[in-house]
């Protein structure tokens, strides 16, 4: 073989190389289509030897290439040319042994060839050509070819002579596949060109072409390797050839002449204005054959730009999510000086967070295709925009087309779909239209002269259809392209033509078109079905292939089906209504007429009728057989049992590792079964299918969701499986099919991947770590779970009960929830934490949408996103970012649809929605008003001392109400009214004071009526202003009583516009009349401010939701109480909202949580816990512990402790205190004998241990004062240490006397003192006052006496330098001290300083830290290293250096609970510095705002304090070791 090629390598290099500019259109056309001589040759020689020496053959093409390079005319080579390729031909069918690309291949030679013996008979009677261009063209081609025939003489050879085993293995597997299909394409694009250069084209086109070839050839691969398009059969070249129309029949020559002359004639016009081309008819009146054969015209005239033919066949083609990349890659190709412009430009939108469909459509697109130089016009092609299953998708592709195309002068687009009502009215309204009016089909008048060339053409040449017969087909076709079409696939591929045309002949010229499709259909169905004994085999397969949720192959089906071993054979036998017969492919269904029969009713489709439910049992059932077979805990050996779980971002090339070692049977069973299941027929075994793999492997599905980044598939087929559970209970299934503990079964499984999404989309293998361990002990579901993955959790010490209420919790933020937000119709909910994430949920789902949005944190108490609104259809939503940037997001994806709106500064008002939601409208000064598709501000009026808090456009569209307050006077406020479309302007009205429009205290100050004919306003002394919507005139006023500046306010109308409701105190709601303002009702019984109030649709109740745990209704005319929609909660709620239905309730309650509940489903009960027992969150709970011991001391409660043990949970007593207003601090002496606490009036208590007795009780000041505090003892227990509200005191342990004190007031300071620690020799005690450090010397001289003047540090490099801080003495060394603070003007987030304390204070090393303040700092017992956080620092180098390696140092073991932990908590997860990386994610019930802060942890242990009071002590030491048995091996 080495010889082989070594020979031919001569004569290939003597090739001149052609493009692959012209992009291939196989064609579908038979060796029946060749001349009647040629196929008696090709039929004659394939009855001779199989198996020609398929390497003589390879040399014989390369000899021939020769041959014609060196003729000097083009009659001669060909006629050697044909007789060679009738030998190719034969050749490769007779080694291809049936396999689909090789059979196609050889059909797009035998056409090429009838066509070529065309040419020689037309040159042997006329003169001969000697147009070089010409010969090289036929070089050109056979030499391509004659690389096919060398591919298939390397298989041979490879494969001993015998052939057929290595084109077998060529023909299946993927690779080979895509070679074949590349081959094809490269033999099609010389063929095109050699068409082109018979029929007489320039040989400067051959130049060109030949010149752009190593273009192509080098950026073609690259753009396709950059964007490639996964779904369960992974990147398919087909995808790409769908989306370019490359499997799409052309025009048959002679037919849709007055179609496409239309076409030609608009895009010959260059002055026409209009630059679109819309053609738009019914389906199956021929718009995408038309659009391929226009596109095949253009490219061949190298004025082809791109093209993307949307197609139900692809799940590229269904979504513009891959538009504008596809259409840039098929114009670099087309236009190859683009291509670098085009590659570097998708590189750098790949890198970017949001990309939006209008940048990338620009930047993509029409910048390249502006800046290429030429005088002609360029096309783009869209076909079948129909087929976009999105609407906003496609009314942002319309909208951008037209926006960005009158800058582009010499680009137009043909455009093709059927007349859907949301594409109409974008392009009838468009002056760029063009064709509208035109249709391919006339009912009073078809394309009868189209229909008989198409039909002659494809049926004229094959011997057993006779002229009578075609006559037959085109009468009956009525002029539907649909119909000629179906039935010559039918005729072509079918091995019963004689029984077809019988009956094609008996069914007559009468009936509706719907109708004859009808009658094609089950012809076609009923010559498939040869066996009627095999008709449950044929609609088992049908079934398949129709109810799937995307396309699948027919290698699938055998997989799903393993007993019907005819899946092949049906699948060729429907051909012509079915396109792709290689297993490997998805089937496509070629016409959306044909699922519509199947799946219409017993009559009409008569026989094969295709029930959903039954087809779904079926379905379901495969996919749980093939899950079972497949699923296991690591699916792809991505964990090592000696290292950390992995987190999904830490493994490389996982989309190619799940295509490597999944199947697409695999693939759809495991996205689909819970869909299938819940629409699936009720079935006993069935449901015991879906128990067992619930109960078996429903974590190894979650983790194969979650490493396919499918988790938003796997929660919505939960959420579908459990509501046709719950569905099914209620209407009283059959005995014995889904039992009560199956459904808390289900429920717990839809529960546990909503809970726990957050942390199972980052890490699939923490599914059974840390989401496992939070589940509920009784739960029928996850006892076997934690007993069998036990070696992956860390240790859980809790007398905690952990369970699971009615509700959706959800959880994505790793700090407070700061804003709540549900779309109109209630099915979208946005959250903003203060870590600066905004995630966008689906309240029916629970599922997270798109990706979150993240900005960097601009403060650490304030979120740098906000004012987040929504449209008021639902569809958009908006929000503010840094008070720079106003972002709009679409609403369904969770996308960014636009580039943000950008300014300096804009403030933190509000964004708003005009009503044709194309515009925004900012708060601000001064109010803006912005238009989105085109990022022009649009004229506003200007009130140059009014500042606009918040504004509120009107129903109708038509006014903007502003309220806002007056440059000049902070305190002076009002309200302006201006028209949006005239700018005239009204007011501003006042006086509106007292308002608080911070994030925290947000009020409703202002409101229109629905009919936008009233505006009302909220005053400060409590009254209501009604105005005229129309003007701003006062109508009346009423109320009379002010409210607390804290609490939420609100004025609101009832839909219908009968009454207007407002509260004027925290605890009632008063109802007035709309018109005149008289009350008509109070409405009391919540006792605390309402965070929400809201009207039902039909006005007749209002609701209330509270702080309570219920929401309040009330009948609106009466005032009588009504029954709650909603009680149960047990905790307070901080925030919530009510969607306008009153369907959906969501709450933010005061552990942090955000609770879903479904109130159409009947789910209007919260947890069932007791309401009354006192709740606690995370943050600010104090904790301590001894050196020696298990004990810990914790609040058990406002006023009362108790000792906690860490081994067994149990309680040791308790220790009560006497002021009500709660424990702030809480210390145990180091050797344990002495436990005290700090209340929050500041008293100091004092106890025995072992007795529990109170010892002493110590006042550190007088009343109230703010702030956590400090509390701890002396290193020796002889002393205590108190401060807070800026005074500190120190008591002798013994005497129970001060022995110090010193306050901010006295020191002559302003700045609240915070003490650090007090020295090993108990000498010196250490605090700042936020701007600098003060160490006291607490010793008294000989008359008792002791210095209150400290020694003072520099003073910081910024005001607040040392606040929020943290230090401590060396426990060896009494004059070091250690402080860690935030670094300001350096390149780290918080230094280390190491202070040394003589007569004065002087700075000895600075250490950068890139992590933030930690409240653990720490010295180890030899005082050789500090540690601070998860950082340890060796002190006793020069200069200090940080210590790494897999344990931390020895000198920090064995203290207790005061060893210090390098355990933190960063963003969601738990950190270890000892070794250094993530261990593990914190679930949404531990998680808290202040947590960075407030951990409690030592050693390699953390608790933390559920929501009910209880410890929860996680230890660490097992995943810690399993990590550094993982380092110490590498």
Known sequence: MKALLKKNKKNKNQIADYPHHVSPEPHSVSSTSASADTQEMVLRVQSSKPYEDASELSERFFSIVKEISEAADLLSPLKSACALMIRGIQTLRTIHRNQIAWTELCEDLAYHLAQMEAHRRELEEKISIEDNGCLKALEYYFSVTAKAVERAAKLELEDGGGGSSSILRYGTAQAEQEEISRQRRMIENAWQVYTIAIKGSIVSKITRVEKDLVSYNQSSPKLLASRQTQDNYGTTGSDFDIARGERVELCEEGTREDILKAVRTWAADTRMQRQIFWLNDAAGTGKSTVAATIAREWLLQNRLGGRFFFSPNSKMTQTTKEFCVTIAE??????????????????????????????????????????????????????????????????????ALIRHLPSAHHLKVLLTSRPLQDISVILRESPLVYGSDIQLLDIRNPPHSDIVIYVERKLGKVASVSSEHRGVIISNSGGLFLYAATICRMLEKSRHRSEILRVISEQGTTGSIEKRMDWLYLSILKQARVDPNADDLLISVLSMIIIAYQPISINTISIFLPDNLQVDAFVQDLVSVLKDGNPDRPIKVLHPTFREFLLSNRERANGFLVDPSSSCLTMATACITTLERMLDYDIFNLDDPNRLLARNSDVADIEQIILRQTTAAERYASAYWAHHAAESEISPELWTRVMILLSQKLLNWVELMSWRGSMVSCIEGLSHLYRFATAQRSAGSEPGSLTLRDLVAIRHAYQFVVRHQGIIINSALQTYSIALLFTPIQSPLFESYRKRYRFLQPKLITSNVIRWDNSMTIGGHSDRVEELVLSPDGTRLITVGMEGKLCLWSTETGAMIGQPFRATRVGRFLSPIGMCTFSSDGQRFAFRVRGREIHVFDSKRGRSIHPPLTWDYIGYGRATFTSTLSSVVLAGHPIRHWDIETQQEIQTPVEPTFIADDVLISPDGQRVASVGHFSDNNDRHGVVLWSLATSEYFGPYEPLDGYCTSREHRKTFISFSPDSTRLATWLADGSVQLRKGTTGEEIARFGTRAMNSDDRTYVLFCPLNQHLAYNPTANQVIVCEQVTGKKVSTLRGHESCPLSISFSSDGQRLAVASHENRVYVWAVVTGEPLKSIFVGVDQHISQCSLSSDWGVFVTITDDHQIHLYNLREGSEFGETDDASKERYTNECIPIAGPCVGNLLVIPDGRCSLRLWNTVTADSHGHLDIDDPSGVVQVAFSPEGRMIAALSARNWVYIWDSDTLVLLQKLLLLGGHSQ?????????????????????????????????????????????????????????????????????????????????????????????????????AFSPVDPSLLAVNRYAQKEPWISVIELWRIRKDIQLTAKIGLSDSVSPRLSFSQDGKYVACGARCVNINTDPPRFYTGIYPPNSFINMGFQTHSFLVYRDGWIHSGFPDRPLLPIPIELRSPELDEQLFAFDECIIFISSTGEPILIDFSPLLTRARKSDSSI
């Not at 003490?1315 to 600098?1332: I, K, M, P």
């Open 1267 to 1367: 702030g956590e505090g400090r509390l701890f003892f002396s290193a020796n227990s002889s002393l205590i240490v108190a401060c807070r509200g800026g005074v500190a005191r120190i008591w002798d342990t013994q005497t129970m006397k001060p022995v110090f004190q010193c306050d901010n007031k006295k020191e002559g300071t302003n700045f609240m003192i915070q003490v650090y620690d007090l020295s090993c020799d108990s000498f010196h005690l250490a605090g700042v006052d936020g701007r600098q450090i003060h160490v006291w010397d607490i010793r008294s001289d000989e008359w008792g006496r002791y210095s209150t003047q400290p020694m003072l540090g520099p003073t910081g490099d910024y005001r607040n330098a040392y606040r929020g801080t943290s230090g």
């Open 330 to 399: 098929d114009i670099a190709v087309n236009q190859p000086t683009l291509a670098p412009i085009i590659r570097e430009t998708i590189k750098e939108l790949g890198q970017e967070q949001h990309s939006w469909f209008d940048v990338q459509l620009q930047r993509l697109v029409f910048d390249p295709l502006r800046g290429l130089e030429t005088n002609r016009c360029i096309f783009l092609v869209v076909d079948a925009l129909d087929n976009c299953t999105n609407i906003e998708e496609r009314g942002e592709l319309l909208n």
